[in-house]
């Protein structure tokens, strides 16, 4: 079982934080006539102050807003408003005196004196923010440059941190930490300019700021799931829906070009360029700095998502960690039998600056045809993996490349939309076409004709994953399985048919041997509870040759979680970091079935009696 579901819970709450963050500017003006001082929090009882050197941290021990008056080192003051205040100067050490940002703005005295105000509330399911509106100033006046859109704020953390969905993997302090060192980057951005049309780059910097100030907690990663489900929309782009937190997750393009280009402070550098111009303009001017340009970034980003190498494997197609890193949603897969021609059509296309990722399989060399819509611009590389090694060949737009499949692992036809874009309403899709044929055949290969791009650029709409264990896949009709799946006697009250997915080797991923040990074809059922996080979701998949005891011990997993269910040997496990959550694991009719469920280990095994019974 992965974290999917634990992941989305604590990142589908920060969209608000980045809402109240970025409040437009109110019109421009002289300064003379904006307010002079910026609406400050009330907290619920008395106010009380603790002073550093660069902060005033504000708090109170009435109230709803109350933090915990426990202070075990005797220092007369609050156990928490020490952490806050230890995490506050680690964070400015580490971005202001060691990275070499500006520190923030000073405000007109709103917090009683010009230290960066910092207040400890009641934040419900917010982990904080820093709010600019009102500090709107235009030119910093501590720099010799000429900024237009630079403010002052302050800033606003939870009194206590125990959320109810911070997840078993981020402790409160941790928590508190982590959004200490990105609330303090969004003060310092806003120093060089707070109202950027690249807004995503906000987030992302905020976000791989986190993992710089505080690399050993690694909640960066968790940012990842929204981005690389879908690497076909710009980073520009908010996302599939409400929901979606794609900006935070765009973080790993940053931390990809400090990788690579110059380090750390290439990204201030890129922050001192959006002072004075627009973000397409300021990342494009950062990477000529470099040596290289965005197109070809964008390109080796892509690739290197795929790899998920460890540098300098496959350099520049890694990461320092990149094994750490989730790969990005497969768009589909093509397959070329001899004698045989096949064309793929994307359902969406790819939108300018992502990505399309497209498996291709064969027993015999092939010849490639990629067309692009002529309105976009493209880079198409064709990905051959090979234990640690890959190997990256360009692809002709148009006309065939000759590749040989049967040297590889995998190959992937990694997509790249390169056309510049200026703000996240200009995102659209632009459509492409394959065609793939056995090379032998000794005819001309010809990708079919591209499709008219989409109109204006819209969210798509995507299936609730909630409902499975694991991510990406396609919807099909029953009708259209490989194979006729299997359906259960029995399932708990509440439990209804949604919808069957069919998933490639490249959707599992890593959770290939748990879910489909002989490989494809992969198909799983999947059923919705009456509570929205509740489902049930059958996976199946051709059995391997070997027990499920074989089984059980090729993946390390504690035997004497074997039990008999109507003398069938199931691998049956509860999970003691959930509340009802189950799984069986065992062969049928030559089937490999895993079964999910959001129930306790008794109604598991009656599942499973029933699902035996119906398919004798």
Not at 228 to 256: K, N, Q, T
Not at 449 to 456: A, W
Not at 494 to 517: C, K, N, Q, R
Not at 588 to 611: C, K, S, W
Request: overall charge negative; aromatic content about 10%; glycine content about 8%.
């Amino acid at each position: 079982m992965n974290n999917i579901a634990k992941i989305s819970l604590i990142l589908l709450l920060t969209l608000t934080l980045s809402l109240l963050s970025f409040t437009p500017p109110p019109p421009t003006g002289p300064v003379h006539k904006r307010a002079k001082t910026q609406p400050r929090p009330a907290l619920s009882g008395t106010t009380l102050l603790h002073a550093t050197e660069h902060f005033l941290i504000h708090y109170t021990l009435n109230g709803a807003d109350a933090i915990s008056a426990t202070d075990e080192d005797g220092n007369g003051l609050p156990d928490y408003v020490d952490a806050v205040a230890e995490a506050l100067a680690f964070s400015w050490q580490h971005e202001v005196e060691r990275l070499g940002w500006r520190p923030p703005l000073p405000d007109r005295g709103e917090g009683s004196d010009l230290r960066f105000d910092v207040y400890l509330q009641n934040q419900d399911d917010l982990y904080g923010y820093v709010e600019t509106a009102g500090g709107h100033v235009g030119d910093n006046p501590n720099t010799f440059a000429r900024e237009n859109h630079a403010a002052y704020g302050y800033l606003s953390l939870d009194n206590d941190y125990h959320l109810d969905d911070l997840g078993e993997e981020l402790s409160p302090l941790d928590a508190m930490r982590t959004t200490v060192a990105h609330e303090l980057h969004h003060a310092i951005q806003a120093a060089y300019d707070d109202s950027d049309p690249y807004e995503w780059l906000y987030e992302a910097s905020a976000v791989w700021i986190e993992d710089e100030v505080y690399p050993n907690i690694g909640d960066a990663k968790s940012y990842l799931l929204d981005f690389m489900d879908a690497p076909d929309l710009c980073p520009l782009s908010v996302g599939r829906d409400e929901y979606d937190v794609r900006w935070y997750g765009g973080w790993i393009l940053l931390r990809y070009i400090s990788e690579h280009y110059g380090g750390p402070p290439t990204i201030r550098q890129l922050w001192e360029h959006m002072a004075t111009l627009d973000g397409l303009q300021a990342l494009q001017a950062t990477l000529a700095e470099q040596g290289t340009t965005l197109a070809e970034t964008l390109v080796n980003f892509s690739i290197a998502n795929l790899t998920k190498s460890n540098c300098p494997t496959n350099t520049p197609y890694c990461y320092a960690q990149g094994s750490d890193y989730l790969r990005p949603y497969v768009e589909g897969t093509v397959r070329v039998d001899p004698g045989e021609v096949d064309t793929f059509i994307p359902k969406d296309g790819v939108q300018q600056f992502g990505a399309d990722y497209v498996r291709l399989k064969s027993k015999i060399p092939i010849l490639v045809d990629f067309r692009g819509s002529p309105a976009g611009q493209w880079a198409a590389q064709l990905v051959g993996l090979a234990a640690d090694q890959s190997t990256v060949i360009p692809l002709a737009n148009p006309g065939p490349t000759a590749v040989d499949p049967t040297k590889f692992d995998r190959l992937y036809l990694v997509i790249v939309n390169i056309t510049p874009v200026g703000a996240e309403e200009e995102c659209g899709y632009y459509n492409y076409t394959l065609a793939l044929a056995d090379a032998a055949m000794g005819s001309p290969v010809n990708a079919p004709p591209v499709p008219d791009d989409p109109g204006p650029y819209l969210p798509p709409t995507y299936q609730d994953d909630s409902l499975s264990p694991l991510g990406g896949g396609t919807i099909i009709r029953p009708a259209d399985a490989p194979f006729t799946p299997l359906y259960p006697g029995y399932l708990p009250a509440g439990y209804t048919f949604s919808h069957v997915i069919s998933y490639t080797g490249a959707d599992l991923g890593e959770y290939e041997p748990d879910y489909a040990p002989a490989g494809e074809p992969v198909i799983a059922l999947e059923y919705a509870g009456a509570g929205p996080e509740a489902y049930v979701s059958i996976t199946q998949s051709l059995a391997p040759d070997e027990s499920v005891a074989d089984w059980v011990k090729a993946q390390g997993y504690f035997a004497n979680d074997i039990r008999l269910v109507n003398n069938k040997p199931v691998y049956l496990i509860e999970y003691s970091d959930e509340t009802n959550l189950s799984s069986a694991t065992f062969i049928h009719q030559n089937r490999f079935i895993v079964i999910d469920g959001t129930f306790d280990l008794i109604d598991m095994q009656q599942v499973v009696a029933g699902f035996l019974a119906n398919n004798p």
